[in-house]
């Protein structure tokens, strides 16, 4: 069974970068089949889609938020990670890692989520 | 404002049939598969239906889902106060080269 775990720091100052990982097990992440993403729920709020990356290299990114979002993809540890420069406090929000099928469109396998709170 | 559009609540009686709507346009919905998240309160969202119409191994058959043209209905059956949850709509926009979400719709079981 596919499982993915979000990690990095809870709280992070405004202006500075936001970095997460996502660890994957049980499946690697080296597929052509899907790709690996991450999605934010700001608190009380919906789900906003952040951009998803395949191992090959190919990434799209949310257009709102291209400018200041990175993923990227380490194979070696099967893990992939997510930094967001130049943070306020509207970034605050449950990050979220997730699995995306290129056929379906779908996100099929999620973390359990991690709050980033940014505030000085 | 999400690129789809879904109402913000619907609510219907234990053992009722309720649909959620679903509308985008031809970027998104009407070239592309929908799928249907439920979040239940405080945990992560899980898929509900894929390519459109399709329940993954698990999810029991009183949740259903269609499409036709740009939009897409979330079908629940049998209502059951585990039902009450946010329910997302979502699908790949090929104008923003994205995935795109609803805003989402309470659903509360009286």
């Known amino acids: 069974q596919l499982q993915l775990q979000e990690s990095g720091p809870g709280l992070v100052k405004p202006s500075e970068t936001l970095s997460l990982t996502c660890s994957v097990s049980g499946g690697s992440i080296s597929t052509s089949s899907y790709s690996w993403g991450w999605i934010r729920q700001p608190p009380g709020k919906g789900l906003e889609w952040i951009g998803t990356m395949y191992y090959s290299g190919n990434t799209y990114y949310n257009p709102s938020l291209e400018s200041r979002v990175t993923i990227s993809v380490d194979t070696s540890k099967n893990q992939f990670s997510l930094k967001v420069s130049s943070v306020t406090a509207a970034d605050t929000a449950v990050f979220y890692c997730?699995?995306?099928?290129?056929?379906?469109?779908?996100?099929?396998?999620w973390g359990q989520g991690t709050l980033v709170t940014v505030s000085s | 404002q999400s690129v789809l559009t879904q109402p913000p609540s619907v609510s219907a009686a234990p053992g009722q049939k309720v649909t959620i709507s679903c509308s985008g346009s031809?970027?998104?919905?009407?070239?592309?598969?929908v799928s249907w998240y439920q979040q239940l309160p405080g945990t992560a969202p899980k898929l509900l239906i894929y390519?459109?119409?399709k329940r993954p191994s698990g999810i029991p058959d009183r949740f259903s889902g269609s499409k036709s043209g740009t939009s897409a209905t979330l079908g629940i059956t049998g209502l059951q106060t585990g039902d009450e949850a946010d329910y997302y709509c979502g699908t790949w926009d090929t104008s923003l080269r994205a995935g795109v979400f609803g805003g989402g719709t309470k659903l509360t079981v009286l």
């Open positions: 997730a699995r995306w099928g290129r056929a379906s469109a779908a996100l099929d396998y």
């Open positions: 031809s970027s998104n919905i009407g070239n592309h598969y």
């Open positions: 390519e459109s119409n």
